[in-house]
Structure formats: structure tokens, C-alpha cells
């Protein structure tokens, strides 16, 4: 039976340069609803859970669209509020060749990003969650949205719902506003009891210590320890670990780090021909929490959040329209052949 999840966060509009050309190369933009958390919302809606955004969007045409599409894929948009203003935006460039992918945030002064904190009622918009999930790209925004996180993870905390974080660094939204991000970081990972970061975002809140280790992997089990001793309501960390070979052929892996110490790793695994790699680490979280939420050992759970986010890679948009069946299939044959 699904779990009843919120997600917090800002709903976007991407506007995305066709064919790979470079932005306004032609005068033609491709459009995608998506954002980091929304995202989120919908892998578990499709994966069947009860899933809400909470939020606050722009009251007019683009607002209105972009709330349903995210009812078309099964997420619940009565926690959003509609306010004057306007929609976030982003541009997307996809690389090509040698030539990498390129993003530029159009988000300042948006609805969300201006909405105060004290708008949201966090004890109603909570009311019967079983699992509260923020991003740090919430944080980024601006102020307002950095309070309202902050304060939406102590009110989970308060109610007993399970509270789920992805540090989701973006130094280009944190520039705008705030060079001291790791205060607000620290705040939300606090609260958190489990954490898609890695070893980068430890050293961003916790500060860098001592000499790095040989691996990546051993990087981020040394970082989790030290996360494990700071936040002790955090139980597990998550992160995926991915090696790029063209814009078109990446590996990735993945790793999961237990309070109680135990580590499961999955060593990476070829994603070629990639369509779409915007959402990746959406789903991959989503997958993760999934698994965690339906009761999979860790084990499973990062098997399942690994293949999530390899099939996000072969669907345009940012939104990972795969279900249940079709994840477990790649975790359990890895078949790719056709399904007749």
C-alpha cells in the first residue's frame, strides 16, 4: 500500500533549445514542466504512492498548466497555493560532442521565491503525511523559500513523518543571494533521517577534514560517519556516483550508508545513449524512497533507486514516467530487448 508523501518546492517551467541546437540558435524553445521536487512527486505518484507538492505558483495561464500536468501524472496540487507574480523558468542547452550541457536559471523574483514563509500552515499541509521531502535547491531560491524549508522539516519532525533531504547543491542560485549556504544546509539536514548527499556536501556544511581518501567510495563512507556523528536523527545516505565518458555515455553507481554502519555499493553501470539525463537524480531518489517507504532492504531500495535513474536517462523532460514494473524489470533480468 502507498505511502502518503509531501514534497516542497518550487514548480518550473523549462524552456529547452530543440535538437540540440544552442539557446535561440532558432527561434524555437521546447517546453517541459519539471523542478527538482516536483519531480520527486511525480516518480512516486507513479510508483503509487499518495503524492502531493506543496508550493506556491503563478496565478495565470502558465501556472495553471503547469499544475495540470503535474495532476495528469497523479500528484495531488491542492497544497499549492496560486499568488500574483510569475513562473520560475529555466533554459536548457543539451550538449553534444565535446560540448556539455548548459542551464540558466530565470527564477529570481518568481511567485515561489517571494511567497513568505508564514504562508505556508505547515501543521495542515502535514496533516496524515506519512514522509515530508525538500530539497536544497528550495533553499537556494531565496530567503523566504530557505525559511519556509526550514520550518517545514521541524513541523515533520514535530509530527512524526519521516523526513527526506537531497542536497541538491546549486552554486549558480546560491550566488544570487546567499555565499554562506551551509547554516541553512546544516538546518534542514538536522532534521533529516535520510540524506541523498555525498562526500562534497558533508564538506560543504561540515567544512572539509583531514586528507581525502583513495576512493570515492571510501570518501563518502568516511563523510557519512562524520554526518552520522553531527545528525542523530539521520539513519541512512544515499548517493548515486556517475563517471562521464561523452554527453551520450555515462557510468553510474550507486552507494548506501547505514547508520549502524552497514554499506551496500553498486558498482557502475553503463547508461548509454542518453536522451535526457535532467531529472536523474530525481528519480534516483524517488527509487530510493520507494523502496525505503515499501518496507525493501537497503539493499533492494538502492537496486531499485539505481535503475530508476537509469531509465530516467531514455525519457525526454524532467519528469521519470516509469512505474514499478518497469524498474524492477531492469533490477531483477536487466533485459532490454523488446517486450512483445
Request: glycine share 10%.
Amino acid at each position: 500500500m502507498g505511502k502518503r508523501i509531501l514534497c516542497f518546492g518550487e514548480l518550473l517551467l523549462r524552456l529547452g533549445a530543440p535538437d540540440r541546437e544552442l539557446l535561440l540558435q532558432s527561434h524555437r524553445l521546447q517546453v517541459h514542466i519539471g523542478g527538482a521536487e516536483a519531480n520527486v512527486a511525480v516518480s512516486l505518484a507513479r510508483f503509487g504512492h499518495d503524492s502531493a507538492l506543496a508550493g506556491t505558483v503563478a496565478d495565470n495561464a502558465l501556472g495553471a498548466a503547469a499544475l495540470g500536468e503535474l495532476r495528469r501524472h497523479g500528484v495531488d496540487v491542492s497544497r499549492i497555493r496560486r499568488s500574483g507574480g510569475r513562473m520560475g523558468l529555466y533554459f536548457f542547452a543539451a550538449g553534444a560532442g565535446v560540448r556539455p550541457s548548459d542551464v540558466v536559471y530565470d527564477r529570481a523574483g518568481s511567485a515561489f521565491a517571494l511567497a513568505p514563509a508564514a504562508d505556508y500552515d505547515w501543521p495542515t499541509l502535514l496533516a496524515g503525511t506519512d514522509c515530508l521531502h525538500v530539497s536544497g535547491v528550495t533553499a537556494a531560491v531565496g530567503p523566504h523559500s530557505a525559511e519556509a524549508a526550514t520550518e517545514a522539516v521541524r513541523a515533520a519532525r514535530a509530527a512524526g513523518a519521516l523526513v527526506s533531504f537531497d542536497g541538491n547543491f546549486r552554486p549558480k542560485l546560491w550566488a544570487t543571494w546567499n555565499n554562506r549556504p551551509a547554516p541553512l544546509l546544516h538546518a534542514l539536514l538536522a532534521e533529516a533521517d535520510i540524506a541523498f548527499i555525498d562526500h562534497r556536501d558533508v564538506d560543504l556544511v561540515l567544512g572539509a577534514e583531514g586528507a581525502p581518501a583513495d576512493t570515492s567510495v571510501e570518501r563518502t563512507r568516511a563523510a557519512a560517519e562524520r554526518a552520522f556523528a553531527a545528525f542523530p536523527h539521520l539513519q541512512r545516505i544515499a548517493c548515486t556516483q556517475r563517471e562521464v565518458h561523452s554527453v551520450d555515455a555515462h557510468t553510474l553507481g550507486a552507494l548506501l550508508v547505514h547508520r549502524t554502519g552497514q554499506v551496500h555499493h553498486i558498482a557502475p553501470q553503463p547508461v548509454d545513449g542518453i536522451v535526457d539525463r535532467i531529472g536523474g537524480g530525481d528519480a534516483f531518489t524517488a527509487g530510493v524512497l520507494h523502496g525505503v517507504l515499501s518496507g525493501m532492504d537497503d539493499g533492494r531500495a538502492l537496486a531499485f533507486g539505481l535503475a530508476a535513474a537509469r531509465l530516467k536517462h531514455s525519457v525526454p523532460g524532467d519528469f521519470n514516467l516509469v512505474g514499478v514494473d518497469d524498474v524492477a524489470a531492469l533490477v531483477d533480468s536487466g533485459r532490454l530487448d523488446v517486450r512483445r
